[in-house]
């Protein structure tokens, strides 16, 4: 596959939406339209769009079983999916960093970025916690 066909895949997941579909597919397995709809509450046209940019791409798949087009993941195109953004940054930082050629300024930068948004991260865990414990 190459960088355009990879584009496209990643287009089809750069909506809100699009992701959900595929979270719901792979928690409560095949889903006809109405179904997602209703879960999505969204329409069943809206949600028919947004199976077909993921048809086109490759992730999910329906065959027709009566009346009912359930509609599934491919399971190997998503594992596919994660091979390709895994080999986007190649140095094993996980997304630390951003290259070799960046100054020191830049990595500076960048890090107090990804502490800024750790530590916001880490404090809307700590408000869910505190909403979950029992008398407190």
């Not at 947004?50 to 027709?64: I, Q």
Request: aromatic share 4%.
């Amino acid at each position: 596959m190459d960088e355009s066909k990879h584009a496209e895949l990643f287009k089809a997941l750069s909506t809100e939406t699009r992701i959900r579909i595929i979270e719901l597919l792979k928690e409560k397995g095949p889903l006809g339209v109405k179904e997602l709809a209703d879960i999505l509450e969204i329409t069943p046209s809206a949600v028919s769009q947004h199976l077909k940019v993921l048809r086109y791409a490759g992730l999910v798949h329906s065959e027709r079983k009566g009346y009912w087009l359930p509609y599934e993941i491919d399971e190997a195109a998503l594992e596919h999916c994660g091979q390709v953004l895994s080999h986007v940054c190649t140095c094993d930082c996980k997304g630390e960093c951003k290259g070799e050629n960046m100054s020191n300024e830049e990595r500076l930068k960048h890090l107090k970025e990804q502490e800024r948004l750790l530590a916001h991260k880490l404090q809307m865990i700590r408000d869910k916690i505190r909403e979950l414990e029992p008398g407190e």
